[in-house]
């Protein structure tokens, strides 16, 4: 198989500067609060099941979508960003970034669960 790398393992690859800042940006040792882009805010009431069905849903979608490029070079292909379009990164490391702020939910998910 050519698939280039794991999300969150740059043993495979090496993450250019901006790359490993933006990763870094992405998980939960970032150091202080990067704003979230209005696109990216959540609206509504929260509902505990209904976020864990949707971040679920999220991480199986991610899954699959890794299983369908296994025969693509992650390092190769440079998709867009959705929030700012002219910001382009090697797939590798938006999986890197994925994995990482994974990481970030679940501390915060984690500190939630102590103060409750």
């Not at 890794?66 to 797939?91: E, G, H, I």
């Not at 994995?99 to 500190?111: K, S």
Request: proline share 7%; charged share 25%.
């Amino acid at each position: 198989s050519k698939h280039s790398s794991e999300p969150g393992n740059t043993a495979s690859w090496k993450p250019g500067f901006i790359e490993r800042k933006f990763i870094a940006m992405c998980g939960p040792d970032a150091g202080g609060k990067t704003p979230v882009p209005k696109m990216f805010e959540p609206t509504g009431t929260w509902d505990r099941e209904t976020t864990r069905t949707r971040l679920k849903d999220a991480h199986a979608r991610l899954l699959a979508a890794d299983a369908q490029a296994s025969d693509t070079d992650l390092v190769k292909v440079k998709p867009a960003s959705a929030a700012l379009p002219l910001f382009r990164m090697r797939m590798a490391a938006w999986l890197a970034a994925c994995a990482v702020h994974a990481d970030y939910h679940l501390g915060q998910a984690d500190t939630l669960k102590h103060k409750l």
